[in-house]
């Protein structure tokens, strides 16, 4: 490991922990996400991709009874944190917010085997390792050196571990113009990465991808089918349709995965 980049990655971090502890956006960064949230909020929720993403990490999860459990980046818990923690045999939240994991530990008072911790994922001081399973939910994608970053995964997964991502991509013409444009104005650029094509390609070099599915691809342009004059119970039909291309498609063809704006990958492990 190139001790120079890890040293740089580390002061990123403790820039990425200061600003998600005071949630400080300059105006830019303001206005982008509230109208990247009302507009994606919108299409997640009429199309049902946010409840298919859950029931489908659910599925990826299987069975916990045995299992040891790194919920990396949780900040005070995501969606299925809780029922992580309520049903491994062993959870813990990592994250570089202190305010996060104070939230989180005090919701996870009642688990036993289930902890918070503020530490950063790829220091040396985090000595935890052989987690069966490392859920990384809108997550990975803050890793600039995605090298670093698969080496520091493999480090601490046990053999044949497994983790489930999910993440944004900028593999689409149209979103990596608009990402491109904002940029220079984004507060947090610096830890900020959509996954690219050559990502994708490290991910799959490195890891036994055993399912994928990508989202808001052809479904992304259900917010222009809104400002049509047709009936809403035949836009929410087209949307739908679209979404379900989206998602059955992205599986197989990279090509059509790669006209996606999000993704989530269930991948494992390769054995030494």
């Given at each position: ?5 890890l ?6 971090n403790?820039?990425?922990a200061?600003?998600?502890n005071?949630?400080k956006k300059?105006?830019?960064?303001r ?8 507009t994606?909020?919108?299409?997640r929720?009429?199309?049902?991709i ?13 069975e916990?009874?045995g ?5 990396l980046g ?5 969606h299925h ?7 491994s ?8 917010s ?8 005090k ?28 859920y ?7 890793f ?21 991502s999910?993440d ?11 990402r491109k ?8 650029a610096?830890w ?15 890891f ?32 739908k ?8 498609n ?8 790669f ?9 494992q492990k390769?054995?030494?």
């Open positions: 490991m190139d001790n120079s980049e040293s740089r990655t580390l002061d990123t403790k820039k990425q200061e600003f998600y005071t949630k300059n105006l830019p960064t206005i982008w996400s509230s109208i990247r949230e009302k994606l909020h919108g299409i929720k009429d199309l049902n946010q409840q298919d993403f859950h029931d489908l990490h659910k599925i990826w999860f299987g916990l009874k299992k040891k459990v790194l919920d949780c900040y005070a818990g995501n944190s809780r029922y992580l923690a309520e049903n045999k062993q959870y813990l939240g990592l994250d570089l202190k305010v996060g994991i104070d939230i989180l530990n919701n996870l008072a009642h688990i036993p085997s289930g902890v918070g911790v503020v530490q950063d994922f790829l220091s040396e001081s985090f000595t935890e390792k052989d987690f069966d399973l490392i990384a939910y809108g997550v990975l994608h803050h600039e050196n995605i090298d670093l970053l698969i080496s520091k995964l493999n480090e601490k997964l046990a053999d044949k571990g497994q983790i489930i999910y944004p991509l900028q593999t689409s013409t149209p979103i990596w113009l608009i444009l904002y940029r220079p104005f984004q507060s947090d610096a900020e990465w959509p996954f690219s094509r050559k990502t994708l390609l490290k991910f799959d070099k490195h036994d991808i055993l399912e994928k599915r990508g989202v808001l691809g052809h479904a992304k342009w259900f917010f222009i089918l809104n400002l049509l004059p047709i009936p809403q119970e035949k836009k929410l039909k087209i949307g349709s679209l979404h379900k291309k989206d998602w059955e992205s599986n197989t063809s990279m090509s059509h995965l006209t996606c704006m999000q993704l989530t990958m269930h991948m390769r054995g030494s």
